[in-house]
């Protein structure tokens, strides 16, 4: 299964699935790295060897990106980046587009990175949470595939913690569903917080394994 990231940031979600790939809990996954600038996920793909493209990228100048994908073939494209995508290029991978959103959607759409989950805490929510969606010619407003949630009786600091890693079971989650390949393995894992449920153990990434992630 080929997992094309589109990145603007540190890439905290295209590293876990290169470091759940090292220590081989999840299989026949082969990720891509599309970026519009300089920044922590180009560099991390670069220094391990994942292929990487730096291109230029506006709504209305969308031909390197267009180039690129059609290069890479990709069956699900994760669109981590501060761009909103074109429609031109939604409608041509519509049902292979993807966005993660820190917030229980449709609360706080169009903010980005941690700016939702610093708009529950700021009023009061008593969930915060993520979101995994389809991308359409809107913002945050694509179908809704899987959301978690966590209560917010933990510092903020915490919180975004939590949510970053809640965020990278559901988006591994979504590859399970959505591919018809044997990427992890299955297994019953009914939680509240989770819907859906995840399909694997979600106790296969302990704090070990969180630990060494944040450090990447």
Known sequence: MKICFLAS???GNFKFFK???????IKNIELFLIA???CGSSDFAQNNDIYCKKINYRRSENKELLLELEKINPDIIVTNWHKIIDEEVVKKYYGKLINLHYSLLPAFDGLIGIE???QAYGKN???AGTTCHYVDEGVDSGKII??????????IDD????IFQKGCL???NTLVNLSNEDIIEKSKNNKFEYSPNLLFNENLFDDFFWKRLSEL
Do not use: V
Not at 19 to 25: D, H, P, T
Not at 146 to 155: F, M, V
Not at 159 to 162: D, L, S, V
């Open 9 to 11: 940031g540190g890439g």
């Open 19 to 25: 470091m759940a790939i090292e220590e081989k809990l």
């Open 36 to 38: 519009d600038r300089e």
């Open 116 to 118: 939702p989950i610093k």
């Open 125 to 127: 929510c008593k969930y």
């Open 146 to 155: 899987s959301q978690a949630l966590l209560k917010t009786d933990i510092s």
């Open 159 to 162: 919180a975004i913690q939590e």
């Open 170 to 172: 559901i988006l591994l």
